[in-house]
């Protein structure tokens, strides 16, 4: 073919000219954008396709000029949110907060929007500033599950005759319901085989069934057992690039299963996150705690709080924190430098963990607070 | 100290601005051209490169291998020229259920034919558009314009497929414009 179109391609191509940008000003304008951001930061069964509806239209989310900042080093999706009540707020949104049609109990991001679940259990999809149903689940107790740095989100849906784990996709916006027993497996007995969706990594998922905590590949449905017997919901923490987060009797430990995990010197065990390139670890703690995860050793970090922890990471080397002076003092979000240890306040004044629970507010970790 | 600290930082930034004016002036007339044939407009591509630009400048102390540089900005500009379209509708506008005249007689046969492909190119749908552009005229494989496109393969496999697809039925039996077997691309180095 092509040639022809080739040819087209690189004729009409060079038959116009462009003069060289102005640098300076790009840089101010970049510059601009920098002083912004960190403003801010101050500041194997059967699959069902589920149909979604009730589009409601939101301001646009992503970017300066609402259109996606590119993969790569830096999320597309802003990395620094939070919720209260019915308002997502972030110094990248526009204007700083999006207005939402519904409160927020617990929300995650992807690379291509957010998936935010509400007091009735509601799970909705906010893509490109269009906020969509896309499933149920536990009200009470919602739980979410996300890759950042993919378009995949997933739940349990306990609403149906049985729980079943449901992965939506942000890219396409379908949904796909997997069961959570595996064929010919024994019916789960007692707490320990209690379904529950542990974490989404790429196209693997890791979650419970009667075996165990199970990697299934999304793509194949084909289930492998990761850590048997699995009985407490945090078996395992997170997920990145084939690296998994273990939690037993010692605190965590990164591998690609238990038995060749690297035990992190000083942990407790908990909710965690992995940095986006994988290479470090948060946990949650009444101190911020970070590790190195090929060597198991501490970070030390130059912060003063005291409560503080570790939640999330805006880019591979930026720690996002928690941090608290006193009980009654207003909560603020510090972003500390991995390895460097350097921590400087991203957005001050959130207000204090009691007003703040009055209000709801949630984190991008997937859970309630204090969940 | 802190005025080692504040000077340490001055150095720091004006590095990065030396850096990128370099980056800015090798490359930016490959990423505007590329930018045009997505758009096909050339006020709107200049626009499209200022921006993905801004981004990438911003972005710049977090693009720990600078060597990356180009494939950010490039994805920028596609996500951009797609977010840009998608919002303003231009994606329905252009993209046409009528396509363009076929060439009249009495025109030069090969311009006529090219401009004719030019404007069935720029009807598609701007994934399509941009699909084919990254691995036609950029020479990118399937699994680097999907990266580009911030997209699965097998998304860039049918966004191809449909583009060439919808190029063929308007262009009909041109076999030699646009044959039937799938082109094999490498990344060349311009």
């Known amino acids: 073919m092509t040639e022809k179109l080739k040819n087209l391609l690189h004729d009409r191509a060079a038959a116009v000219d462009f003069a060289v940008p102005d640098v300076d000003a790009l840089t101010r304008a970049g510059d601009r954008r920098r002083r912004r951001r960190s403003a801010a930061v101050v500041a194997g069964g059967a699959a069902v396709l589920v149909a979604v509806g009730g589009a409601v239209v939101l301001p646009q989310l992503l970017g300066g000029d609402g259109s996606p900042e590119p993969a790569g080093a830096p999320a597309p999706t802003p990395a620094l949110t939070w919720a209260s009540g019915q308002t997502l707020y972030g110094p990248d949104l526009p204007g700083g907060k999006v207005a939402l049609q519904h409160d927020v109990r617990a929300y995650v991001r992807t690379s291509a929007g957010f998936v935010l679940a509400d007091s009735d259990g509601t799970v909705w999809s906010l893509v490109d500033g269009t906020e969509t149903r896309v499933g149920t689940t536990d009200a009470k107790a919602p739980h979410l599950v996300s890759d950042t740095q993919g378009t995949l989100a997933g739940w349990l849906d306990a609403s149906g005759d049985k729980p079943a784990y449901v992965v939506l996709d942000q890219a396409t916006g379908d949904t796909t319901t997997y069961d959570n027993q595996p064929a010919g497996a024994s019916d789960p007995s007692g707490p320990g085989s209690s379904p529950y969706f542990y974490a989404i990594d790429g196209h693997t998922a890791y979650w419970r069934d009667a075996r165990g905590a199970v990697a299934t590949d999304l793509d194949t449905r084909q289930a492998t057992v990761v850590d048997s017997p699995a009985g407490s919901d945090l078996d395992i923490t997170a997920a990145k690039g084939g690296l998994v987060a273990f939690n037993g009797e010692n605190g965590t430990s990164i591998g690609t299963s238990p038995a060749d995990a690297v035990h992190l010197k000083g942990s407790f065990g908990g909710p965690g996150a992995f940095s986006p390139d994988g290479h470090w670890f948060t946990e949650d703690a009444d101190e911020p705690k970070v590790w190195d995860d090929t060597t198991g050793e501490r970070v030390k970090l130059d912060l003063e709080y005291n409560f503080a922890s570790g939640y999330g990471w805006l880019d591979d080397h930026t720690l996002l924190v928690l941090g608290q002076d006193g009980w009654q003092d207003k909560l603020a979000i510090v972003q500390c430098h991995v390895p460097a240890g350097d921590c400087s306040p991203a957005q001050t004044g959130l207000g204090s963990f009691h007003q703040l629970d009055q209000e709801g507010f949630a984190l991008p970790v997937g859970s309630r607070m204090g969940q | ?190």
């Open chain 2, 1 to 190: 100290m802190a005025r080692d600290k504040t000077q340490t930082k001055a150095r720091e930034r004006a590095q990065e601005r030396a850096e990128f004016a370099e980056f800015v002036t090798a490359r930016s007339a490959a990423l505007h051209r590329a930018a045009y044939l997505i758009v096909g407009d050339r006020s709107l591509a200049q626009d499209l490169v200022q921006e993905a630009l801004t981004k990438t400048y911003a972005a710049w102390p977090r693009l720990h291998d600078k060597g990356n540089a180009e494939a950010y900005t490039r994805k920028a500009i596609t996500t951009t020229a797609i977010s840009w379209f998608r919002r303003k509708g231009w994606s329905h506008e252009r993209s046409t259920a009528d396509p363009p005249d076929r060439p009249t007689a009495g025109h030069d046969d090969q311009v006529a034919q090219s401009t004719w492909l030019w404007e069935c190119l720029m009807a598609l749908p701007v994934r399509q558009r941009a699909a084919i552009v990254l691995r036609y005229y950029e020479d990118l494989t399937e699994a680097q314009t999907a990266e580009t496109m911030g997209c699965a393969v097998g998304t860039v496999k049918s966004q191809v497929s449909a583009g060439l697809d919808k190029l063929r039925r308007q262009l009909g039996d041109d076999a030699d414009l646009l044959p039937l077997d799938t082109l094999t691309t490498g990344r060349v180095t311009r």
